[in-house]
């Protein structure tokens, strides 16, 4: 399993070649990403009247403003992750002191 630091490097990287860097937060305008070391499985369904667990789902990874917590979720797949298996974080890694 990659280490955290490698996982994060590479999801700035896509992100990068797909955003050609830093843009402002769209509530507050400010440039104070705070990305996160963690990621979203958002259930999907064909009908929007249901709530489906434990089925099909959408990988996300949040990036949190810094400054006013707006909150934006990218999508793995279409950010260029090729295997899920490549980005996931060991949960038991030591945090950084």
Request: charged fraction near 25%; hydrophobic fraction near 35%.
């Amino acid at each position: 399993m990659p280490k955290k630091d490698e996982v994060i490097a590479k999801l700035v990287a896509l992100l990068n070649e797909k955003t050609k860097g830093q843009k402002p937060c769209s509530v507050c305008g400010v440039s104070q990403w705070r990305l996160q070391e963690r990621f979203v499985s958002q259930p999907v369904s064909n009908n929007p009247n249901e709530i489906r667990l434990g089925g099909e789902s959408m990988p996300l990874w949040p990036i949190v403003c810094g400054n006013c917590g707006n909150t934006v979720y990218l999508n793995l797949l279409v950010l260029g992750v090729k295997d899920l298996a490549d980005v996931r974080i060991d949960p038991d890694e030591p945090a950084k002191s």
